[in-house]
């Protein structure tokens, strides 16, 4: 199990599609549409309506951080005060990478076609684009592709330590223990420091989400509770529940659940601007 203290994954990751212009024979996709579609997008990448998403124009982001704060001290009226230490300064790097689709329709089957094959090779498309960057969000490696938030360095809570993601242990090997299942998911939660935990979200796999939603309190009532109106969440301890295929089913040593405020914790770039080339040939 996974525990996304945003300290532990404020390692940023990117997702970007190519740009181009005119002279090669290719053209922009107007911004409205091109917004559109990262909109549809989100619906079906989960990872991406929970973080946050930044648009650059240039083919790589520099996100300036801190290591240290600054340090401060007490001093009563009459003392002295010395000069404190300064925070240091450090920056992160995110090239943007290039999704791609080129799928082949010969022009008799544009032209008669009963239906708009362009028009349908596009959705086709979207979709596909949507599928590969949820998957890149939650396990891909960083090698032309987006790192997931699964690709970190996994360590024990106890000896969490800035860019590495900590963890959970259920104790018992694929699977919940037999008596209070549940509260290993308490401190699932209690491991994220409160600025984070108020505003966390438990991402998990339609199956494990299926045992989760099996476990009850003291009085015999379901902690995981279904969504309040239409187009909102399923929560589990007040806790709203993403589901994702793309996680881990519940397996020996595998991390099934991820807990965290992903909108602090992980970033989404996307360059501006989705080229749409035709061959005519």
Do not use: C
């Amino acid at each position: 199990m996974r525990t996304g203290d945003a300290q532990g994954l404020k390692r940023l990751e990117e997702k970007a599609l190519s740009s181009g212009s005119g002279p090669d024979g290719g053209f922009l996709v107007p911004v409205p549409q091109e917004r559109e579609l990262l909109r549809r997008m989100a619906l079906v990448s989960p990872v991406r309506a929970l973080a946050t998403v930044r648009e650059i124009s240039g083919n790589q982001l520099k996100k300036a951080f801190s290591t240290t704060g600054p340090a401060s001290g007490w001093a009563n009226e009459t003392a002295a005060r010395p000069q404190t230490n300064s925070q240091i300064l450090a920056d992160l790097t995110f090239p943007a990478m290039e999704l791609y689709a080129m799928p082949s329709a010969t022009q008799s089957l544009l032209d008669d076609g009963a239906i708009n094959i362009e028009e349908w090779i596009a959705d086709e498309i979207e979709t596909v684009f949507a599928e590969r960057e949820g998957q890149a969000f939650i396990a891909g490696d960083g090698i032309d592709k987006p790192r997931g938030i699964l690709a970190y360095t996994n360590v024990a809570q106890a000896s969490w330590t800035w860019g590495n993601v900590g963890y959970l242990a259920t104790g018992v090997s694929a699977g919940f223990a037999a008596t209070a299942p549940s509260d290993i998911l308490i401190d699932l939660a209690y491991a994220v420091k409160a600025p984070y935990r108020q505003n966390g979200t438990f991402i998990m796999s339609r199956s494990t989400q299926a045992a989760v939603r099996k476990f009850k309190d003291s009085t015999g009532n379901y902690l995981w509770q279904p969504p309040i109106s239409l187009g909102q969440m399923a929560t589990f301890m007040n806790f709203p529940i993403v589901e994702s295929e793309d996680m881990p089913n519940i397996a020996a040593n595998s991390f099934s659940v991820a807990f965290g405020d992903f909108r602090r914790a992980y970033l989404v770039v996307d360059r501006m601007g989705i080229r749409v080339l035709r061959d005519p040939y």
